[in-house]
């Protein structure tokens, strides 16, 4: 199978780096025109410039905004009106036990994950089911179907992705539009790497064992036995970008190692 996305224009929200930044760079590398974001201006021209080198010839476009706010959203929608390909990756997690997180931290969460997806369906979708071709993916997580209970608003979060992502592909129904989520399981992004670095450091392990220990402890039923790579979980992203994923609409797809144990 040979993905090419010549022609379409790919908008993937939180791609400065991690499953973001290596979603854009496989897009791009199939040919795609990708707009990368982040919050500053300093981190989607770093991003950009980086790209540039992995996928020489491409063409980028880098617009910093916040999208977790209405006028992040807004500002984004002034610069890029219209968009084939628009991967809803942008996501934030942070470990705290439940009795500890305050609403503030649930409404930031809620924002952050759920509306900047929202919102950005609502601007892009009327066009793809105009052009009768478009692809929505929703970066979801393992964590959508087993809710860890270290951050249970997280885990909210990404459960209302998949009902969101359903609930959008019902729209598309007789289209050439599809809307999926994809469940990555653990994955080593650098906000991931930050993560164990702290830990170890307060450990005093190596990161290497802080991740293998996380996995034995936290993760039991992986059967990868190990992070992915955040290059593992943006092939399936790109497949489900591509025409060949045609037939492949309202599904949740796992990267999530072999984590989830259930069948279907
Ligand atoms: P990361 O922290 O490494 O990268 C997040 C990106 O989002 C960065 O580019 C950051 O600049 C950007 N960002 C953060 N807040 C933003 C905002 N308000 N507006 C615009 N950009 C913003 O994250 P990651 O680990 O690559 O995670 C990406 C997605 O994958 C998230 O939705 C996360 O929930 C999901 N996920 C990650 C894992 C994992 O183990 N890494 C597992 C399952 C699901």
Known sequence: MNIRLDGKKAVVTGSTRGIGFAIAKGLALAGAEVVLNGRSE??????????????????VTAVAADLSSVEGVAAFAARVPSADILVNNLGIFDPKPFLDIPDGDWERFFQTNVMSGVRMSRLYLPGMLAANWGRVVFIASGSALNIPVEMIHYGMTKTAQLAI???????TAGTGVTVNAVLPGPTRSEGVADFFGKMAAEQGVPTEQMERQFIAQHRPTSLLRRLAEVDEVANMVVYACS?????????????????LRSIA
């Open 165 to 171: 992502s359903r609930g959008l592909a019902e729209m």
């Open 42 to 59: 300093a981190a989607v021209a770093e991003a950009k410039a980086e790209l540039a080198t992995l996928a020489p010839g491409a063409t």
């Open 243 to 259: 025409p060949q994923a045609s037939a492949t609409n309202g599904a949740a797809l796992r990267v999530d190692g072999g984590v």
